[in-house]
């Protein structure tokens, strides 16, 4: 019997939207900052800073639910395909204010868009979720998450992924901040935001199925650095939107730098994850509103 085609897999998938309820405690804020090392550079106002809301609205099913690679078997916004493998691409967040901590808030999900993709590694789908985030009848965050997923093959031929960076890439970039990854980190980060992909904590599954060079660092953690690297620019200048795509794999102990600059007309910033000796492994956008209390 032919295999399906991945449009066959997905014929007549669609979703409907999704709400759920979080009462945002600060306890999963104060260990995210412990994860980064944000310092004062944090929640301490009772507000999340940009991107932090990662650390809320977290599952945890059953262990009979979930899957060999660690992920759900079953999930809303899951196509249905066997075997199948998940990588976060990137994403589009708007920031119309800030989520107080200790708030009840609402979270619907909605599937906007999902398509067949065919790249130079093969077939793969592409599906977006719109997240908004509603505090007391109000908008704070609106969300577009953007997921690759792939039908996984044990008997593939392993990536050749070539030599891995050792030392720092140099930039002349005036933004920048050094990052290396260890185990704890990857693992905490996941116990955090409640991901069980063993990509992240368990080598020889990475490794021997799912044929990486090692743990794969979360594209969150990047993104959520360079957001970080955008708030330090200015205190008088509020993070509005971010943009971010996740373009190469970063694995755990590899040194990269994150850099950033103010854009041409100074009302956002380009941001970028490099390693030597001219990766791009993550790279975004953001925009800046100037705050009401800074003039």
Known sequence: MAHKTLDEYIDGWAPGAITDVDPLRPEAAALLRDILDAGD?????????????????????AQRALGEDGHPTEGHFLPPLPNRRRMWAGGHVTLHG??????????????TDVQVKHGRSGDMILASVRYDYVQAGTTLISELQNHVYR?????????????????YPDSDLPWQFRLTTDQIRLFRLSAVTGNSHRIHYDRPYA?????YPGLVVH??????????????????????EIDYRVL????????????????????????????????????????????????
């Open 219 to 240: 594209g969150p953690l990047l993104a959520l650095q360079m957001a970080g690297l955008a708030r330090r620019h200015d205190p008088a200048l509020e993070l509005a």
């Open 41 to 61: 550079d944090s929640s301490s106002d009772g507000t999340l800073p940009p991107l932090w809301h990662w650390a809320y609205f977290t599952t945890w099913p």
């Open 98 to 111: 800030r989520l107080r901590l200790n708030t009840e808030t609402t979270r619907t999900g909605t599937l």
């Open 151 to 167: 039908i996984g093959d044990d008997d593939a031929a392993r990536p050749a992924w070539g030599p891995r960076p050792v030392d």
């Open 207 to 211: 490794e021997d199925v799912e044929h």
């Open 248 to 295: 190469s794999p970063v694995f755990v102990g590899e040194p990269v730098l994150v850099t950033g600059r103010p854009s041409a007309d100074t009302s956002g910033a380009e941001l970028q994850v490099l390693s030597q000796p001219d990766t791009v492994h993550a790279k975004g956008t953001a925009t800046y509103r100037r705050t009401m209390t800074n003039h």
